[in-house]
């Protein structure tokens, strides 16, 4: 299975994109990153975000020093300029009412060739600011490809302006293989346990 992203063009554009919002982040939206030194320097991984804002896959794949793959919603990719433009840095569709085999094993392929894969656990965006219950299907991935999950947490991304926050925790080992629907189910309370120490001792 063809890894999409991997050609010159995808790892060029995305250190490009990279360097540009960084500079959009630190300049206009004073962003201010923390625990940074958690961010393991090579090997699968499953970075695992919360979702408040538009500006959180632009933040996470900033922060992160590696391309970070990210699984999107399907109708991002039908907006003329931007679906191009996240396909060839490497983002690919994802079904939300239906994701199915394909787009499991297709993630898993970039996890098996140890390239990092972005997804945001809640599935939508938080607009409370409470971190929503997440999914399954991202521990389930890192559980199948025995990986570390990342937990991270972005405060103050909404809008155009104020200060953004980034709190990286420390990588929480895979859930077991055989750890089913109840275990990933805890796997998912402390990954939100977790989040939430963040965002607290954040302030």
């Known amino acids: 299975m063809r890894v999409r992203g991997r050609g010159v063009l995808g790892p060029v554009l995305y250190s490009f994109g990279r360097v540009l919002c960084l500079g959009v982040l630190y300049s206009l939206r004073r962003m201010q990153v923390y625990g940074r030194e958690n961010i393991p320097a090579a090997g699968g991984l499953v970075v695992a975000a919360t979702h408040t804002s538009y500006w959180d896959p632009v933040v996470v794949g900033s922060v992160v020093g590696r391309q970070v793959f990210f699984m999107a919603k399907k109708e991002l990719f039908r907006i003329p300029l931007l679906g191009p433009v996240i396909r060839a840095v490497g983002a690919f569709p994802v079904d939300r009412s239906r994701a199915g085999a394909g787009t499991f094993r297709l993630a898993a392929s970039y996890l098996s060739r140890g390239q990092v894969l972005g997804v945001f656990p809640e599935g939508t965006r938080s607009h409370s ?26 405060a103050g991304s909404r809008g155009l302006w104020g200060r953004v926050r980034v709190y990286v925790g420390e990588p929480m080992p895979p859930p077991a293989r055989d750890a089913g629907r109840e275990g990933l189910a805890a796997y998912g309370r402390e990954w939100v346990r977790r989040i939430e120490g963040l965002l607290e001792r954040g302030g």
């Open 129 to 154: 600011g409470r971190v929503l219950p997440p999914q399954a299907g991202a521990f389930l991935l890192a559980a199948t490809a025995r990986v570390p999950v990342l937990p991270v947490a972005v």
